[in-house]
Nanobody, 125 residues
Framework: QPQLVESGGGLVQPGGSLRLSCAAS????????VHWFRQAPGKEREGVSC????????DYSDSVKGRFTISRDSAKNTVYLQMNSLKPEDTAVYYC??????????????????WGKGTLVTVSP
């Protein structure tokens, strides 16, 4: 059964780093565009980053550009989100999603083929 599982979330101080993982099972993740979304309490889910299948080109929201890096390891069927210089406003549940359609900044969160259940990132002193 196809499944995405996020991991790597936790509590970190401002300025710190975390690496999130999105591991797929039951399907080949490299055949899909992969997105990271996040949802803070009381806010709508927003796109953070995505990575294309094939050439692996990436896109980022303005709020994380220059601080976050998305990458994929096809051998491990996993996509990563390296988050540096974390800020309190990065606090959210982070979700990954696999998408056969596209990767671009601002891509709406509907129409994804598979979703993970999320991992909580808390940035606090």
């Amino acid at each position: 059964q196809p499944q995405l599982v996020e991991s790597g979330g936790g509590l970190v101080q401002p300025g710190g780093s975390l690496r999130l993982s999105c591991a797929a099972s039951g399907f080949t993740l490299s055949w899909y565009y992969v997105h990271w979304f996040r949802q803070a309490p009381g806010k709508e889910r927003e796109g953070v980053s995505c990575i294309s299948k094939g050439n692996g080109s990436a896109d980022y929201s303005d709020s994380v550009k220059g601080r976050f890096t998305i990458s994929r390891d096809s051998a491990k069927n996993t996509v990563y989100l390296q988050m540096n210089s974390l800020k309190p406003e990065d606090t959210a549940v982070y979700y990954c999603a696999a998408d056969i359609h596209s990767c671009y900044s601002g891509r709406p969160n509907y129409g994804m083929n598979y979703w993970g259940k999320g991992t909580l990132v808390t940035v606090s002193p």
